[in-house]
């Protein structure tokens, strides 16, 4: 089945989806606005460790300072289908959630955020994009890694390689992000294997200049594309 990379009528950007990391919040803030400014079609805010009103208040300036500079691009919230429900319902420029295996299923999601929210989920093994397949109807995207081994998160899967990307993108409905200590030096191999986008923690984090990081990114994807 062809995959689209449409979400309510709107074409996702997903070539450098840059993820955000802990730290001091202006920080997040401002490399996030910064990241946006260089071109980033979607940025996740994921701060672990983070209370749900910490969450809450970080998203709400995240997707001002990301709106202020950049009203495309789309700000989702990690795991939290509560805090994105609230922050939506409020009129913030929030625009989804992306849930991982032991979140909310998809179409209970689905179903609490509207037909207009962005959902991705977090798979990585063709069994889990198989299950995904089953609710591509409730689902924008996929994440999957991981890529290599990353410190900031331990999926307990073993690192795909750019080998085992083909098979994935070749068995998802839906388009494939794939994460997991992506640098942009990655960026045209992963292009080259079919993936829709890659998406980024640490090398946009700890860039000096995120915005020439982000556009270097997708100037490395868009040559590497197939």
């Given at each position: 089945?062809?995959?689209?990379?449409?979400?309510?009528?709107?074409?996702?950007?997903?070539?450098?989806?840059?993820?955000?990391?802990?730290?001091?919040?202006?920080?997040?803030?401002?490399?996030?606005?910064?990241?946006?400014?260089?071109?980033?079609?979607?940025i996740q805010v994921r701060s672990k460790p983070i209370s749900a009103r910490a969450l809450y208040e970080l998203t709400a300036r995240v997707a001002a300072e990301v709106h202020a500079v950049s009203p495309e691009t789309k700000v989702l919230i990690d795991d939290r289908v509560d805090v994105a429900l609230a922050l939506m319902h409020e009129g913030h420029p929030v625009h989804g959630v992306h849930i991982g295996q032991d979140d909310l299923p998809v179409r209970t999601a689905r179903e609490l955020l509207g037909p207009e929210a962005i959902i991705g989920l977090t798979t990585g093994t063709l069994e889990l994009v198989r299950a995904a397949n089953e609710v591509a109807d409730a689902l924008d995207y996929v994440g999957c890694g991981p890529f290599r081994d990353t410190p900031t998160k331990d999926s307990g899967r073993a690192p795909l390689g750019l080998e085992g990307f083909g098979p994935i993108v070749a068995e998802s409905h839906v388009p494939v992000v794939a994460i997991g200590d992506v640098t942009r030096e990655d960026a045209a191999d992963l292009a080259g294997t079919g993936v829709d986008g890659v998406a980024i923690v640490r090398g946009i984090m700890h860039a000096e200049d995120p915005e020439a990081y982000v556009r270097g990114v997708i100037e490395g994807f868009e040559a590497g594309r197939i």
């Open positions: 089945m062809p995959r689209s990379t449409e979400s309510a009528g709107t074409a996702l950007d997903l070539r450098c989806y840059f993820v955000t990391g802990s730290g001091d919040p202006q920080q997040v803030v401002e490399i996030a606005r910064a990241a946006a400014s260089g071109g980033a079609g979607m």
